[in-house]
């Protein structure tokens, strides 16, 4: 396999973007990340994203990213893997670039979920659960988060406070994120008297909906065309699949995906959990932050909330997570987030975080679920 | 680039299949190529498919497919690129098994778009198109087409009937196809007494909606597995993109997307297309036929009909073509057409295609292509 550099990225704000439509968050994405490497091309383009075909009405986002990007020409595809569009998107360009086919790669991805011209957002993000015997039955997604939620509380005996470590962190983290889109902390007393979305998940406890892109230039590292000190190394990509359906799952409070797909991307990069200095995980809901940490290796099972007293995951924690605001207060552009994680640990790696670096930040790990963690894809990247 | 050939192939028949969802076409077609590759697991699955958030209600498709085969862990992402998404599914699987990190992936293209939980096949086809600029003003893809085909037959003065041999040579193909959705010939005097579905495109020049799936095992030449004697090499893989909306073409009658993929197929295959021994093209509509055989270098700007006279596309003419029925006639399930391609072109490359046998077949080329040729995916396959 060849070895892959990140060279570029950019990014939109995560707003409600009412101006700007689907094509024109992911274009201006891609060009602020060619900007940012120096380069006016690619060889080709993967768009992450999941419900654009039911809010946009528009399929076929490779051929018309490439077309609006004045690329028309380049080899484009989009992937869909829900939530986890995005982190499989990079999985999939990196694959191409080490294969030796393609020399350098954009990858963007990007969701629109404002200004709909159809559907609902709903209903829609209930596609990344099984349609048969989930969303069918009228369960939305949030509803699924919710039942393992609950689940998770009895049989560790917690309450709902004892997540509130990981919105509090994710606010506060992106204060200082020009490109967040909530830049206000929140405050233990806030927290706990927010509304129940459904019941236990409270609004505190849920990333936004929002309009977003985000885009990285992939390309060899025998070959980084003036980039050489700047380029972040992708030291592993990994995805890895669970039961689609909850329900199917021997042990619901463990995300099996989580596990493997961190297994094999620590095997790729040759380290340990211990040698990572960041942690972008998939903070989609409360939830999802201490059962990643456990599947993920760090944190006993049932212990991933402990993790998060006393600041152990700020910035100068001992694992620091969310560090631009994550989903929960960056928000989650569905299809985008995978992506912008990893727009923001090559901030980190390159030092480049302002008042969110990390000290002395050399490895970070992303990782970017789908559906119930259905779908897991993580990366390692290492700076210089 | 890692050597990667085909070592199983599997099809469900291409039907209206009243009694069979999206999951379980999709796992008969992936079951079917394991048996045939002799294998019980695979790294990884791509699955191309664009229509089934619209009309199944059903997204996350690699994690639900992994998990109904049984399969749950491995890798596993949906691709989609308009009708081109078949293609484009093999060609990302092909660079993840040439990359090295997978040893063997499967990939499965289908479409379910009969019995419909939802929506509107032709609302649904249009989003292939540009949403804004195409759809949005009320055009349907067979529109498109239409207005495609009626301005190719001004500029090069032709009627109706100089189609019809492509309709006639893949309705004859399909009837020893029993895959094929309509196994019947069509006679001179049917074809030019059929309805228009948008002037001038009839109903004999199009292809029907329609469910099935297709399946290939892809590996690592290196190691076959005890496949070798079957094995057929995939000797090269590309993609490219032309402007999404017909209107933006400088030159509306030249697919440049077909162009581009061929002729980096050709030269990373290393041949030229007189070694080309039969070749398995979009024939979605009449139209894209002889346009896709002048872009492809197989004949002049404007003669791609000419080549289909006297038998020349024929299983025993000069470049055979749609050899098992084609979109036309063996069915066009959207996402699962770039698949079929590949199975049906391997089935000739072994020797078996029974009646249909292109004799000495050695060098099969198929090309799947994703609204009006926006995005062009282009498979040489070498058999032994």
């Known amino acids: 396999m060849r070895d892959v550099s990140i060279i570029g990225v950019g990014q939109t704000p995560v ?21 940012d490497a120096h380069v006016e091309d690619v060889d080709a ?99 699924l988060n919710a039942m393992m939620m609950r689940r998770y509380m009895y049989e560790y005996d917690l309450v709902e406070e004892d997540f509130a470590p990981f919105a509090l962190n994710a606010h506060a983290n992106a204060v200082h994120n020009p490109n967040a889109m909530f830049r206000k902390a929140v405050t233990l007393e ?15 406890d849920s990333s936004p909906i929002c309009d977003g892109a985000a885009a990285l230039i992939l390309s060899r590292s025998e070959n980084l065309n003036g980039n050489a000190a700047r380029a972040i ?82 910035i100068h924690g001992k694992l620091p997570i969310s560090t631009m605001g994550g989903l929960k207060a960056r928000g989650h552009p569905i299809g985008a987030s995978g992506v912008y994680q990893v727009v923001e640990a090559v901030q980190q790696l390159r030092g480049e975080a302002g008042k969110n670096q990390v000290p002395n930040a050399r490895v970070a790990m992303t990782q970017s679920l789908g559906g119930v963690a259905a779908t897991a894809v993580t990366h390692i990247l290492k700076g210089k």
């Open 15 to 35: 707003r409600e973007h009412w101006e700007l439509s689907l094509r024109e968050l992911a274009v201006q994405a891609v060009l602020a990340a060619m900007q």
């Open 45 to 143: 383009l993967y768009v992450g994203n999941m419900l654009s075909g039911e809010l946009t009405r528009q399929e076929h986002l490779g051929a018309l990213i490439a077309d609006q990007l004045g690329l028309t020409g380049i080899a484009a595809m989009k992937i869909e893997a829900a939530c986890g569009a995005g982190g499989s998107a990079v999985h999939a360009a990196h694959l191409a670039v080490a294969s030796g086919q393609y020399r350098r790669v954009a990858v963007v991805g990007v969701e629109k979920m404002t200004d709909l011209w159809n559907g609902s957002v709903t209903a829609g993000l209930a596609m990344a659960a099984d349609g048969e015997y989930e969303a069918a039955n009228g369960i939305s997604f949030v509803g």
């Open 190 to 204: 806030q927290f706990t008297k927010a509304k129940k979305v459904a019941d236990p998940i409270s609004l505190f």
């Open 233 to 314: 190394s992708i030291a592993a990509s990994t995805s890895a699949t669970d039961t689609l359906a909850l329900h199917d799952r021997q042990d619901p409070l463990w995300l099996r995906a989580v596990e493997l797909s961190s297994i094999k991307a620590y095997a790729q990069a040759g380290i340990t959990p211990q040698d990572i200095d960041l942690f972008e995980l998939h903070d989609a809901f409360s939830i999802v932050a201490p059962m990643s940490l456990e599947a993920a290796g760090f944190a006993q099972r049932g212990a991933g909330a402990y993790l998060a007293r006393d600041g152990g995951i700020s």
